[in-house]
Structure formats: C-alpha cells, structure tokens
C-alpha cells in the first residue's frame, strides 16, 4: 500500500549494495556541549523548569537522553501522543506511575489522584469530597499533583514532544513555574511554536512570569558537527569539505536528516564523494530502505503509520485482517530495515518525521480506507476513545461521524474542567460544510462558552461572526452567540465592538439569568466610550429585575458586584457598604474565583476615585485568593494593578521597567495591553521631569490607574480594555525622553479612539496635555479639551479633574483664568457630594488658579 516510489539516485543507476561491514551502530552524540553543559548546571540545582525548544528533528530527545544518563536520582518519564484524549494531565500520571515506587510522606490533598491512579491506591491518601466548581475541583488536581512530585522528590521529571500536551497539563506546569516543587527539575521539550501560530504550553508559559522558565533553543548542527558526525560514521578521519557542504545544503543541519542520510550512506558502502547519490530529502532515504521489503510488509508499514508512532499489533491485525504473527513479522522486517526502531516497550518510528514521510507514501484512497478501518476498530473499545475516533473519522472523510466523536470529547473534556481542550475540538466541528445549522449554532453556542475560558477567543471570533451574519439564525441563537462574541471581543480589547455585540445579544437572551449577566457586563462605565453613565445605571437596574426574575443567586451574586464597581466610580459611598456586605457573605466565599474577580475590580475603582489604601487591601485580598485557587489568568491583572498602586503612592524606582516587562508579555492577558501601555507612557512621561509630582498632583493621570477589568458579571471572563501597539518607548534608544513619552502618548491614544476603550484614552489625552503644557501650551489645551469632552460624555467628571487642570495652569499662565472658569465649574458641580478624593485636590488647585 506503499507507494515505491523512483529511485532518486543520480544518474539512474541502481543503489551501491549494501556492505554491512561498514556499518557503525548508533550514531555517536556530537556537539550541543554548550547546551548540554547549561541543561547539567540547570538540573543540579532544582527546583527549575526548563523548555528545550526546537524545529523536529533537531536533536531534543537525543541531547535530553544524554542528560538523563548523567543525573542521579529518580527519573520520572512521560511522552506526549499527537492524538491526545480528553483527559486531564494524562501524560504527567504516566510518569507518575512509571517511577512512584516508594513514595514519600504525602500531603493528604495527594488523595485527589486516587481515582486517577488505581495502582497507588495502597499509597496515596483517601479521596477527598468532591468540589461542585469544576475549577476548585481541577486547581486541586494541580496540587495534588504537585504534592506527589514532591513526595517524590529529589527527581527529575522528563516529559517529552509537550507541543502535543492537553491544556491541563500545560496548566499544572505553568502552576509549578510559580509553585516550585522542592527538589525537583523539570525538563520539558517541544517543538517551536510557528509564527501566527501556537500551543497550549506556549501559551500557558507564555503567562508565567520570565524568570519561571529557562528556554533553551536548539538550532541546526554547523559545519564542524556535521564534518564530525561524518567522519563517525563513515569512518573517515577527515572527510572532504565537498561532503559537508553537500550534506549541511541537502538537510539543514537538521541531526535527524543527517544521521538517516549518513546510515543510508554507510550501508551503501562506496566513495562517498563517488557516489552522488547523497539523497536530497529525508524521503529519499526512506524510499531507499524501503526497497528491499515485499508488498505485505508495506502494507503493515503503511497501516502503522496511520495508526500512529507506536503501532498496535492487536489493532493492527483488526484492520489488515490478518494473525497477530504475520503483523509481528512485518514490523520485524521494517526494523531490520531501519524503519522502526526497539523502544524497549516495543517497535515504533524512530522519530515522528520517519512516520509522516511512510504516512505521504500511502495513497490517499488508501489512507482514507485505513483511518475508517481503525475508526471501526476503536470503536468497539471500551470506554471508546472518542478524541482519537474523532481524528480517524475526519482523516477518513466521515464528517457526521467525526462531529458526533468530536463533541463527545469536547463535552468530556468540559466536564472535567479542561475548556481549552473542548475549544480546540468545537473548533474543528466548524470546518464541516455539511453541518445542518441547527448543529453547527448548537455546536458554536459550546464552542463560545469553551472559548471564553479557554483563551481560544481569536480562532472562534470569526467563526460566531459568520453565524450571526446569518439572518435565518434563531432568536434564541443570536442571544447566546452574541454574549459569548461580546464577551470574546473585549477580552481581545475591542471595547466598543464586544460593548455593542452584547447590545444587541441582549433582546434576544430568553433565560433571565444570562440576561442578568449581560447587562450587568454593560453596567461597568470604563471601559467604553459613547455610553452615558445614565445608560449604565439603567443597564444595572434592568440587571437587577432579569437576576430576581431568575431567582439564580449566581446571578444576584454577579449584579451585585457589578453595581458596588458602578458606585465607586460614581463617587457614592453606597458603593462600600456593598462591599462589606458581599464581602463577609458566604455567597461570595463559595465562589473564590469570583471573589478575586471582584476584588481586582474594587481595588481599580478605589483607586480612579483615589482611595490608594482601600485599593491596596482589596488588591492584596485578590492576589491571595488568585494563589489560593492557582487562577493564572488572572495573574497579569493583579500584576498591572500593583503597579498602578505603586504609581498612585509614588514608588516610581524601577516602575517604567516593570511595566515594560508586562507590556512585552502582553500575551499573559491581551487584556491588560493597552492600560499597561496607558500606563507605562504617562510614567515616561513623568520621569522626563515634566509629568510633576503624582503625590503633589494626586488629581493627575499620574496618580491613578487605568488597568483591565475582571468582568464578575460576564459569568467568569476577565473584561477589560487593550490595544495591539508596539510597546512605547521601542526604537526610542538615543532619543530625547521626551519625544519618547510624547509618541508612547500618541499611540495609546491612537489605538485606544479605534477600539474605543475610554479610561486609557482620557488617561493618555490628560498626559499628553501636560506634557504638552509647557513647549506647545495650544496643544495642551486641545488635548484636555478632548479628554474633558469624552468624560463629558460619559458623565462622571472626577476623571476630567487632571484635564481641567491642565486647563486652568494653561489659563493662568496666558493671563486669562476666565477662559477656564467654564470647565473649573463644570468638575466643581460634577463631583459635588461625591467620594473622589482625587478630584477634590485637584479642584482646590484649580480654584487657587481661577479663583470664583
């Protein structure tokens, strides 16, 4: 079933035979001494978590292998499938399970594993109750995990090809980058991640503080390796330096492409400058060894392939339709050939490469016919791995029957918590153009709600874009997959787009309860321009009557935090009794995640209203609670509310490296991007000594914070307002300070009008009008015109108090304080009776300005 091929040696001659005498065994480790000396330092003093990083082929097992045979001590082994199943930290277990005996003393938490782990259950502690959040349920999971390794420990844990590793698992490493186990060094590898595209462990370490993860990138062998590898294995003692070129030009410098081609070439035999049938890619060689095997044993080859790196003699004999010994004896054959190798545990590829290329030599009718074959086969397993029927039905062309497996295993992996896995399967269901609607909206409306959680947004954007430009959609439909857009949206910092989507979701919403929770989202005021805060009072208030028509206390719980954020920003000291209340509540207590959400949120409005100590006690109350419950999302938010703290209080030392630092991790939470750029920009602005005092000018945009919002409302996302910019101050090296703070200003507000995300705009505008103030004092005043006009707007005129002043300095300074009374006025009103502490200083410097 194995296409022979033509024989790709120049000239058309027919290959040198083989002379076995030549042969040298395994290829011999060469180079990577600098690589291989850091990964020794490294892992002799754990705790330490180390990402080696690399193109296929390029070595990473081989260098890891050469590691391990030099570390004492336990090894704790996993591999990574290409087909995982849904299920959660499957590859971590295997390790487990492969080097738990004995254990240590073990934390009694370790009991949560006991149904993960049959075989411990005469060592691991009793299960505990399970937790009705699947969230605290998983970050449980994460510690138990982590307190095994540490019963396990001093280890090294080895889990290999992690590109391929279910999101759970890459959640528990990203846990243990920021809750190292004693004792224990972790070595991961993975393929590097392609541009424009990712992985979930990409992903979850990209949202892991720098200093976590050690990264180590693997290149291609140079030259003298090469040359090296060469005369190990061809006997040489110093080969030509026609032959090296030749072999770096036709492989890369890949190690994998160069050993294959360096054994078919010793096997050969002959003058290898001669003979100029160097094959030219990796395909080549395995059309070579692939000569010499009969046509049953290319058709066993084949079916392996398809089944994947390590084949199933059982399920291989279901399919082919032949005995257990004659498939033995096939896989026997292809390892004589080179084609598979002895893993110890049995006969596999060598290398996933040599798969995809014997994978490529079956024709695709062939193919498809095999994928069905072993679809049908797997099916009658129990319980039936429905994530790998699911990827043998699609490769077989049977759309019905890969949707029904590929939901199945979205909804196993949503039940226990692993919304990133389900995301990735919905979003294949959605490449099916025979999908009927009613499935594809049932199947988006999952995908949505995985999405949200799962950090999916920017694939399954488009996808509920499509939908809703649907006009036959149903009601019902448009409601739900409007919410999740508008919520997708604004996580990805499209204020005002997601603001409006979930406008238009909201007539449309049929369950009271998830109306509830939509418009308490459209009751937060800063996060969008264009909307009065009359409109946001009235969004609260109809929120209100959907939560108690739904008597749900999710939804109560939800409005009820969205209405103290609505009052702080307001200036209404309503807004703390609230908090007291839900904050001694046990509704709030059961829910910690949204407890943190919540606390994120208070601390953000105390400190826009300018009550830095109440923002610092909600901020640490959030903090704890994100470590008590390992919610990592949320770690970037916390990160960009501290230093908005140390802002408001004047720690400045080191501040605009700290936040520069976060800009360029934006990926952690593209959420925070474009407050943190906000942020960063007035603090450059500051520091080039014309941004003034943020103690003395507690009304400025230097003394308050403008970062992402945890959104509580929205039922779990994490709402805020961003941008997608270069980091300010980038190619500012060599420049004035203050060109460099002034463009940083520019662009913020540049991107903040296009998604239309208003507290980092007004930030910005009041900024630059300072900044602007004294060189070009016309444009200063526009600046602040322009911010005094957008929070004219809004309705809330404590966030004009910074631009107003800048108005009346600017009035004062041309001899005219009149021209400012207007706006003086105006704040005066606007905050009269309110908790603005901010606003209030920065009105008695304008009065001292433009007197009554």
Avoid at 248 to 268: C, Q, S
Avoid at 470 to 488: H, I
Avoid at 524 to 532: E, F, L, M, N, Y
Wanted: net charge negative; hydrophobic share 45%.
């Amino acid at each position: 079933m194995i296409d022979s091929g033509e024989d790709k040696t120049r000239g058309g001659g027919s290959p040198t035979p083989v002379r076995p005498e030549r042969l040298r065994g395994p290829v011999e480790f060469v180079g990577r001494a600098a690589e291989l000396a850091q990964l020794r330092r490294l892992a002799a003093n754990p705790p330490c978590l180390i990402l080696l990083e690399g193109e296929p082929g390029i070595g990473k097992s081989r260098l890891v292998a050469e590691l391990l045979a030099e570390l004492p001590g336990r090894h704790l082994i996993g591999e990574c499938d290409d087909v995982p199943e849904p299920f959660p930290l499957g590859v971590l277990l295997d390790a487990i399970r492969g080097g738990a005996d004995p254990l240590g003393p073990l934390n009694p938490v370790a009991g949560a594993l006991a149904p993960l782990l049959p075989e411990l259950a005469d060592v691991l502690p009793d299960a505990p109750p399970p937790l009705t959040d699947p969230a605290a349920e998983r970050h449980r999971l994460l510690r138990a995990v982590a307190a095994v390794l540490a019963a396990l420990s001093p280890a090294t844990l080895l889990l290999e090809d992690l590109h391929w590793a279910d999101p759970a698992t890459c959640e528990l490493l990203a846990y243990l980058s920021t809750h190292p186990v004693e004792g224990l060094a972790v070595v991961l590898t993975a393929r590097t991640a392609t541009p424009g595209s990712s992985t979930p462990i990409h992903d979850a370490l990209a949202r892991t503080p720098p200093w976590s993860v050690t990264r180590v990138p693997l290149g291609p062998l140079d030259a003298d390796d090469v040359r090296r590898l060469a005369a190990r294995t061809l006997r040489l003692d110093d080969p030509p330096q026609q032959l090296t070129a030749t072999l770096l030009d036709r492989t890369a410098g890949i190690p994998f492409v160069v050993e294959e081609v360096l054994r078919t070439l010793a096997e050969r035999g002959g003058d290898p400058l001669a003979d100029d049938s160097v094959p030219f890619v990796l395909r080549d060689v395995l059309l070579w060894r692939l000569r010499p095997l009969d046509e049953a044993t290319r058709e066993v080859l084949g079916a392996a392939a398809v089944l994947g790196m390590t084949p199933d003699q059982r399920i291989l004999a279901s399919v082919l339709s032949l005995d257990r010994v004659a498939i033995g004896a096939a896989l026997t054959a292809a390892h004589r050939a080179g084609l598979l190798h002895d893993a110890g545990d049995g006969l596999r590829f060598r290398h996933d490469l040599a798969r995809q290329v014997v994978y490529d030599l079956v024709p695709r009718e062939s193919r498809e016919w095999l994928h069905l074959r072993v679809a049908r086969v797997l099916e009658q397993e129990l319980p039936r791995p429905v994530a790998q029927l699911a990827h043998h039905y699609r490769r077989a062309g049977s759309g019905a029957d890969f949707v029904r497996n590929a939901e199945a295993a979205a909804d196993l992996a949503t039940e226990r918590g692993d919304d990133a896995t389900a995301a990735s399967f919905l979003l294949q269901t959605m490449d099916i153009a025979e999908l009927p609607r009613p499935v594809r909206v049932r199947l988006a409306a999952k995908l949505g709600r995985s999405a949200i959680e799962g950090l999916s947004q920017a694939d399954a954007i488009p996808v509920l874009e499509r939908l809703l430009a649907d006009r036959r959609l149903p009601p019902g439909a448009r409601g739900e997959l409007g919410l999740v857009l508008g919520r997708m949206l604004r996580q990805q910092g499209e204020a005002l787009r997601g603001y409006t989507e979930i406008e238009r979701a909201v007539p449309y919403l049929r369950a009271p309860r998830r109306k509830a929770q939509a418009l308490a989202v459209l009751a937060a005021p800063d996060t969008v321009v264009g909307r009065h805060v009359d409109d946001h009072l009235a969004r609260c208030a109809d929120a209100e009557s959907a939560a108690a028509a739904s008597g749900d206390p999710g939804a109560h719980l939800a409005v009820r935090i969205a209405r103290a954020s609505l009052l702080l920003e307001l200036g209404e000291p309503a807004a703390w009794a609230i908090i007291r209340e839900l904050g001694a509540s046990t509704e709030l207590a059961d829910r910690p995640r949204e407890h943190a959400r919540a606390c994120l949120n208070w601390a953000q409005g105390a400190l826009h209203a300018g009550h830095p100590e109440q923002a610092e006690a909600l901020l640490a109350a959030g903090r704890a609670l994100v470590d008590e419950t390992g919610y990592e999302r949320l770690t970037a938010l916390v990160e960009a509310t501290e230093l908005s703290l140390d802002r408001a209080a004047g720690r400045l030392e080191g501040l605009a490296e700290r936040l520069g630092r976060l800009v360029a991790s934006a990926e952690r939470m593209p959420v925070t991007l474009l407050d943190a750029r906000a942020e960063l920009a007035t603090v450059l602005a500051h520091t080039a000594g014309v941004g003034g005092n943020t103690e003395e000018r507690p009304g400025t945009a230097g003394g308050d914070n403008s970062e992402g919002r945890a959104d509580t409302a929205s039922g779990g996302d994490t709402e805020g307002r961003a941008g997608n910019a270069e980091g300010p101050g980038n190619g500012g090296e060599g420049r004035d300070d203050v060109e460099v703070a002034e463009r940083a200003l520019r662009e913020v507000v540049a991107d903040a009008r296009r998604v239309g995300a208003i507290w980092p705009l007004v930030q910005a505008l009041s900024a630059l009008a300072r900044l602007t103030l004294g060189r070009r004092p016309d444009e200063a005043v526009r600046h602040a015109a322009d911010a005094l006009a957008l929070v004219r707007g809004k309705g809330i005129l404590a966030w004009a108090a910074d631009a107003v002043l800048v108005l009346a300095e600017a009035a004062a300074a041309a001899g005219d304080p009149a021209r400012a009374a207007e706006a003086v006025a105006e704040l005066e009103a606007g905050i009269a009776g309110r908790d603005a502490p901010l606003a209030l200083t920065a009105l008695r410097r304008c009065r001292e300005l433009v007197p009554t």
